[in-house]
C-alpha cells in the first residue's frame, strides 16, 4: 500500500503516544473482575486471514446484541480492546463485542478494492460478517441487534459495512472516517491521498448512488442509522470528509441535508441531527473544535456517547426494554391511572410503581401489567390527528399500538407518525397525555429506564 512518509511518521506518533498513555492506564489501573478477551479460530468463511477476539461480559443479556468494533491503521483487535471504553461500556449494559484484527497485522482495512466494496464480493468484510454469524451461532447473539463502531480506516470500514449489508445492521458509529467508496483505488489495501487530504468532492446524489448501486444492487429495504465524528484539526484524514459522509448517508436514508437541529453537548463540540418525518434521528454528526487524529478519547463520553445512538445502553428484560417512561420536561413519569380500557393516560410524580412500568417489545408495543393484566398503549380509535388521546387497550398488534422510541428523546406512534406529547407543557400531576406533530418541545421528550 502506497502511503507518504510523512503520514507514516505522524501516525506512527500518535500510535506511539496512545500506546503509551494505555500502558500506563492499564498498569495502574487493571479492569478489576473483568471477563477477558477470547481468541476465536475457525469461524467460517475468511478470505484474508482475519484474527477475531470477542468480548463476552460477565452479566451478558440473554439473546445479547452485537457490537463489531474495528481498530485502526496499525492497531489490531486487542489494542482497541483495552485502549477504548467499549468492554466496559459491555460490562455495563451486557452486549458481546467483537473485536477482529487485520491480516498482515497491523495493517489498514481493505475499503479500496472492488471485492470490499460489494455484499458478498470477497476480502475483509466476508470474514467480518463470518464473525457476527458466529457470535450468533454459538454465543446467542441477536441477529436483529446488530451494530458497527470503528476508527479511522475502521471508520472507512464502518461505512463499507453499513452499504455492503445494510440488512444486518441497524446502526453504526464511525469515529474519523470518509464515506464508502471515497477510498477506491481498485487494489487490496490501497491508499488513496486525494480522499484522505479531503479532496473528493461529490453531490449528495453521487455519494448515495455508490452505496445503492455498488454496496447491495437491488436493495430496497430499511436502512441503518449513522453517527458521524470527526475533529476540525485531523491531519492524517481531513475533516472535509465529514461533511461528505454527512451528504452520503442523508441521501441514502431520505433525509433533508439541513439539520432538524443544532446544539452543544459539550464544549467545543458541535453536533447536527438529521430526522425523518416521524422526528427519528437518522444522521447525527459531531464536528470537534481543535481536535486531531484521535478520537474517540478514551474515559471521555465519546464511546458511551455512540453505544447510546446504537441504543445498546437500554436496559433488557424478557427480550424488551423495561423501565419508567419519564416526561423529561416534567419530572414526571407516564402512568396507567385506570387500568379499565380506554382510559387516557396521564403524568404522576415517579414512584415506581408497576402502574409506571413500561416494557417494550420486540414488535414495537408498550405494555403495562398491574394486577395480572397487559395492556398496550394506544392510539384511540386509530387516530393520526393531533390531539388523539393516548389510552391503554388490550393488545391487537395493529399499527396504532405500535411506538418507535427515538434516539432524540421522541416517542412516536408508527401509524400516525405524530409524537407523545404531555398536553399543554403541563407539568402537574394528572395532566393529559395525547398525540402532537412533532415540533422539538421539550414537552415531547421522553427518557426509559
Known amino acids: 500500500m502506497s502511503r507518504s512518509r510523512s503520514f507514516l511518521s505522524r501516525l506512527t506518533g500518535i500510535i506511539a503516544v496512545i500506546g503509551l498513555a494505555v500502558g500506563l492506564s492499564l498498569h495502574t489501573a487493571p479492569r478489576a473482575a473483568a471477563a477477558s478477551l477470547t481468541q476465536i479460530t475457525n469461524f467460517g468463511t475468511n478470505p484474508t486471514g482475519l484474527a477475531m477476539h470477542l468480548y463476552v461480559p460477565n452479566s451478558v443479556r440473554a439473546n445479547p446484541p452485537i457490537l ?247 436496559v433488557s428484560s424478557g427480550g424488551g426494554t423495561t423501565g419508567a417512561l419519564r416526561a423529561v420536561d416534567a419530572g414526571k413519569c407516564l402512568t396507567d391511572a385506570n387500568t379499565a380500557l380506554g382510559t387516557q393516560q396521564q403524568i404522576f410524580a415517579c414512584n415506581g410503581g408497576a402502574n409506571q412500568t413500561w416494557t417494550r417489545t420486540p414488535s414495537n408495543q408498550l405494555t403495562v401489567t398491574v394486577g395480572g393484566s397487559t395492556l398496550c398503549l394506544d392510539a384511540s380509535a386509530k387516530g393520526t390527528t393531533n390531539g388523539t388521546k393516548v389510552i391503554v387497550w388490550s393488545c391487537n398488534g395493529q399499527p396504532n399500538q405500535q411506538w418507535q422510541v427515538n434516539p432524540n428523546g421522541t416517542i412516536t406512534g408508527v401509524q400516525s407518525g405524530l409524537c407523545l406529547d404531555v398536553a399543554g407543557l403541563g407539568t402537574s400531576d394528572g395532566t393529559p397525555v395525547q398525540l402532537w406533530s412533532c415540533s422539538g418541545g421539550t414537552n415531547q421528550q421522553w427518557a426509559m429506564g
Open 68 to 314: 463489531l468494533a474495528l481498530h485502526g491503521c496499525q492497531g489490531s483487535g486487542p489494542y482497541l480492546y483495552s485502549s477504548q471504553d467499549f468492554a466496559s461500556l459491555a460490562d455495563r449494559y451486557g452486549f458481546l463485542v467483537i473485536y477482529p484484527s487485520t491480516n498482515p497485522g497491523g495493517s489498514c482495512w481493505d475499503v479500496s478494492s472492488s471485492q470490499a466494496l460489494t455484499r458478498n464480493g470477497g476480502s475483509d468484510p466476508v470474514g467480518l460478517m463470518s464473525m457476527i454469524t458466529y457470535a450468533e451461532q454459538h454465543y446467542g447473539g441477536n441477529p436483529n441487534a446488530v451494530y458497527v463502531t470503528g476508527q479511522s480506516s475502521g471508520a472507512m470500514m464502518t461505512n463499507v459495512m453499513l452499504a455492503d449489508y445494510p440488512d444486518v445492521f441497524k446502526a453504526g458509529a464511525a469515529f474519523m472516517g470518509v464515506p464508502y467508496h471515497c477510498f477506491y483505488t481498485g487494489s487490496v489495501r490501497g491508499w488513496n491521498s486525494a480522499c484522505a487530504q479531503g479532496q473528493v468532492n461529490m453531490t449528495p446524489q453521487q455519494w448515495g448512488g455508490l452505496v445503492r448501486t455498488t454496496g447491495y444492487p437491488g436493495y430496497s429495504g430499511p436502512r441503518p442509522r449513522v453517527q458521524l465524528w470527526h475533529g476540525t484539526a485531523d491531519t492524517i484524514l481531513s475533516h472535509n470528509n465529514l461533511g461528505e459522509e454527512i451528504e452520503q448517508w442523508t441521501d441514502v436514508l431520505g433525509v433533508s441535508r439541513t439539520p432538524s437541529s443544532t446544539d452543544t453537548p459539550v464544549s467545543g463540540w458541535t453536533r447536527t441531527r438529521y430526522n425523518n418525518g416521524a422526528g427519528s434521528t437518522q444522521v447525527e454528526a459531531y464536528s470537534l473544535a481543535g481536535t486531531g487524529h484521535e478520537l474517540p478519547v478514551k474515559g471521555s463520553t465519546m464511546a458511551a456517547t455512540a453505544i447510546h445512538f446504537m441504543g445498546l445502553d437500554a
